[in-house]
């Protein structure tokens, strides 16, 4: 049996280009977060003032970014959100506490997670992940703490 070099040739190529074509498409697609439409309530916030929804904005080089849109209110010295996923490690802390007012009024704030990857934030992989108003360490449990559960 006799095979054309440059046939077999040809044929060996396409292969590795498609093979290499897949292995790159596989490895920098990353799932888009749907964006929700989203319609705060001020009275349900009154009873428990944390609450989280996904969004999109423009990054630095024009493109859109998924994010997660956090709005807490603040009640004691030294807060921060942590986000910690469901194996209680944590993936995102803010990177600023906050405080009342000085004469210890409540103060209501919104934190903007970037789920894409940038200069402090990591690549946030689809999955379950926990919102826990906190203090100025990681936090070692969620009991007695704010704390909301969002799907990514």
Known sequence: MKVDIKLLEKIVLTLIFIALSFTYLNYTEKGEVEKEDFEFDEESFEDYPLVAWRDT???????IGDVVKIRYRV????TKIWVIDSNFVVVH???????PKPDGT???????????????????????????????????????????????
């Open 57 to 63: 904005h423009k990054k630095w080089n024009d493109e």
């Open 93 to 99: 802390e803010q990177s600023l506490k906050r405080d």
């Open 106 to 152: 409540p103060r209501d704030f919104t934190w903007t997670w970037k789920l894409y990857k940038s200069e402090r934030t990591q690549y946030i992989k689809p999955g379950n992940y926990t919102i826990v108003v906190g203090g100025m360490y990681k936090p070692t449990s969620t009991m007695g703490k704010l704390t909301y559960d969002i799907t990514i």
């Open 75 to 78: 009640k004691s010295q030294n």
